[in-house]
Each structure stands twice: as structure tokens, then as C-alpha cells.
């Protein structure tokens, strides 16, 4: 993974997402692991924003198709 631009932060995000399975397990609701994934990703000193919406474009369209939330966006 050391090839990778972002491997650091890419390495960061995957031990937090791990961390947060291994505590928590299945069979919660989407929010609760999100809010324990903020917790964790702050502890490993990410920044990130949650929810954020985005535009989607398509090819040489000037007004975007549609828009998506993203959970996190780090």
C-alpha cells in the first residue's frame, strides 16, 4: 500500500472502520456505526466532514444529472 498516494490516510480509515467492527459487531443501525466511526477517525487525527451532498454530473453535461450524500467525506 506504500505506493499508494494516500496510504497513510487510506490506512488510518481502514484500521478505524475495523476498530468500530470488531467493538461493535452486526446488527446495529447505519447512524450508530457512523457515529462511532467520527469517534474513531478523530482519535487517528482524520479530518472529515459527514453528509455531505454532492452534484453528479454526466460526461459534457453543464448542469448536474442529480445529487448524493455522501456519509463521510475525509
Same mark, same amino acid.
Given at each position: 500500500?506504500? %505506493?499508494?498516494? &494516500?496510504?497513510?490516510?487510506? @490506512?488510518?480509515?481502514? =484500521?478505524? *472502520? !475495523?476498530? +468500530?467492527?470488531?467493538?461493535? =459487531?452486526? /446488527?446495529? @443501525?447505519? +447512524?450508530? &456505526?457512523?457515529?462511532? $466511526?467520527? &469517534?474513531?477517525? *478523530? @482519535? +487517528? /487525527? $482524520? =479530518? ?5 451532498? @454532492?452534484?453528479? !454530473? &454526466?460526461? %459534457?453535461?453543464?448542469?448536474?444529472? =442529480?445529487?448524493?450524500?455522501? %456519509? !463521510?467525506? +475525509?
Amino acid at each position: 500500500m506504500e %505506493d499508494l498516494k &494516500y496510504a497513510n490516510i487510506t @490506512q488510518k480509515i481502514i =484500521g478505524a *472502520s !475495523f476498530e +468500530v467492527h470488531k467493538f461493535l =459487531g452486526n /446488527g446495529f @443501525q447505519e +447512524v450508530i &456505526y457512523q457515529r462511532a $466511526l467520527a &469517534y474513531e477517525m *478523530s @482519535q +487517528v /487525527g $482524520l =479530518g472529515f466532514a459527514r453528509e455531505i451532498e @454532492q452534484n453528479i !454530473f &454526466y460526461k %459534457d453535461l453543464e448542469k448536474p444529472i =442529480g445529487t448524493r450524500r455522501a %456519509d !463521510f467525506v +475525509v
